[in-house]
């Protein structure tokens, strides 16, 4: 019996322990997503431009950079041509799909704001390191004046704030790498305002020139939710397996008292004669004998051959055989021999 209760504790013990360790590792397991293909890449981009005067004896065609800060005659101009250009660079061979626009639009204030498509979603693709774009888009300058002041000529009124076209150069590259399915894009913006007087071509562009870095990473959320499930299932078996462990010791330590043991092998040996009951019949109006030992109790049902009441309370156990209106009792307490 001894044996026996010891082996129930060790297992207890051991699945309690395993589940706690379980339960631990899997809290603290974090599966961090894995990058499975990288590419790094550089962009550069930029613009010149070619201005193109009506007849006269002062200025003839000329090339200038987009650094240059020189004034131009906008009573002179014709036509400027903007040589666009695009290079990105690859740290590794990679398949490209390279879509490109160019846009200019016509802006008066907050009274106009039209636009000219000059080239719309020209497809470009390549395999390599590098690649180069170059596209020039011709401005006839004099003829979107011509819009302007036709315009005014019919409102009747100068409108406010500042007339311009805006030259827009866009790319969309879509990069295909080992898995990696990505899309870059940039703008080059150019600003040439419409006036006779003298005029600043101005550029703005989105192209950082820092290095950039794709990854392809190994989703791997649905292994940490996993573990995150079976933790909290850990959790609440290690405890159930301690309330468990906590309810068999309590049951254990009441039998293992010498009053529980004494009870229970009572019970136990005399299982046939004894009946628990949950109220013991009165004995109020009856002859009430009290026996000194249990085994006087044990002759006493032999020769009435009734069986003996039991019921526990207050840890007192007590016991009663009633026939006719004789009553024999016995009571056993801590610490009182049977």
Sequence with gaps: MKSKKIFIYVIYFILIFVSL??????????????????????????????VDYKE????????????S???????????????????????DLVKSNVLYSVNTKLIVGDTINKSFPIETNFSDSFQGKNYDLSYV????????????????????VTPTGDAYLSIEFAIINKI????????????????IPI??????????SDINTNKKTINRVKDNNSINSFYSVSSIFMWIVS??????????????????????????RILREYDSIIVEVRRLPSLEDLTVIETTTFNELLDA???????????????????????????YYYNIKENKKV
Excluded at 26 to 37: I, L, Q
């Design 176 to 191: 295909n790498y080992l898995g990696i399915d990505d899309v870059n894009s940039n703008t080059i913006k150019v600003t």
């Design 301 to 327: 049902q032999s020769s009435l051959e009734m069986p003996i009441n039991y019921k526990l309370e207050n840890n007192t156990a007590k016991f009663v055989i009633v026939k006719d209106n004789l009553a």
């Design 21 to 50: 360790f379980i339960s631990t590792f899997m809290s603290f397991k974090n599966v961090t997503n894995k990058v499975e293909s990288s590419i790094e890449f550089v962009t550069q981009g930029g613009y010149n431009y070619t």
């Design 195 to 204: 006036s006779d007087d003298y005029i600043s071509i101005t550029k703005n």
């Design 239 to 264: 405890l159930l397996l301690i309330f468990s462990f906590s309810l068999y010791h309590s049951r254990e330590l009441e039998v293992s008292s010498p009053f529980k043991r004494r009870i229970a």
């Design 137 to 156: 888009a011709s401005i006839d300058y004099n003829h979107y004046k011509e819009i302007y002041n036709n315009f005014i000529n019919e409102m009747g």
């Design 56 to 67: 006269n004896e002062l200025f003839t065609k000329e090339s200038l950079h987009d650094s």
């Design 69 to 91: 800060t020189k004034k131009l005659p906008g009573k002179l101009i014709n036509k400027i041509d903007i040589n666009f250009d695009y290079h990105v660079e690859f740290s």
